[in-house]
């Protein structure tokens, strides 16, 4: 009995036992989640209780009155309480507030590039997360030509990052 620990040992720190932990191996979390709840127009969480930043994307805030509100509607039409989606990560793992910070893919559309284009949020770059920055540079530009979504009521006078800064007042 007593050589069948140091052969488990031996066979789990090779990695040949697939539960056991691999030395110096970093957890990560799954790259799917269902969707809980959505926070905001950026913001929602699995069920699982893990917090989701959509990278590459700023959604005006729930504070900034109906342009707030109107993007987190858009973004619970897009993601459903229950729905399945793929979480795609770029450099940076998780922000400041330790929130995961993903491009989200459900049904085969890229959320974060959906909102954009439908104008509900506007690009939000932060190197070195720049994955997909030229495909919603042209997400955004199209949506405020055609004047989609909060681009067509004035929606982003005030820029969800000025307004976090408190450089302009609340529109209603």
Do not use: H
Not at 58 to 68: F, I, K, M, S, V
């Amino acid at each position: 009995m007593a050589f069948r620990l140091p052969l488990f040992l031996s066979l789990a720190l090779a990695g040949l036992i697939p539960w056991a932990p691999r030395p110096g191996a970093v957890r990560s979390d799954p790259p799917e989640c269902r969707v809980g709840a959505v926070a905001d127009g950026d913001t929602f969480s699995c069920r699982d209780g893990r917090k989701v930043r959509l990278t590459g994307i700023d959604a005006p805030e729930l504070g900034q009155g109906r342009p707030g509100g109107r993007a987190r509607e858009a973004l619970r039409r897009m993601l459903p309480p229950g729905e399945v989606v793929r979480l795609e990560r770029d450099v940076t793992p998780t922000d400041r507030y330790g929130r995961i910070l993903a491009y989200v893919w459900a049904r085969g559309t890229l959320v974060n590039e959906a909102m954009i284009r439908q104008g509900w949020a506007v690009l939000y770059t932060v190197p070195p997360n720049v994955k997909y920055a030229e495909r919603f540079r042209q997400a955004q530009n199209e949506a405020r030509t055609g004047g989609a979504g909060l681009w067509s009521e004035g929606g982003f006078e005030c820029l969800p990052r000025a307004y976090r800064r408190r450089e302009c007042l609340t529109r209603s």
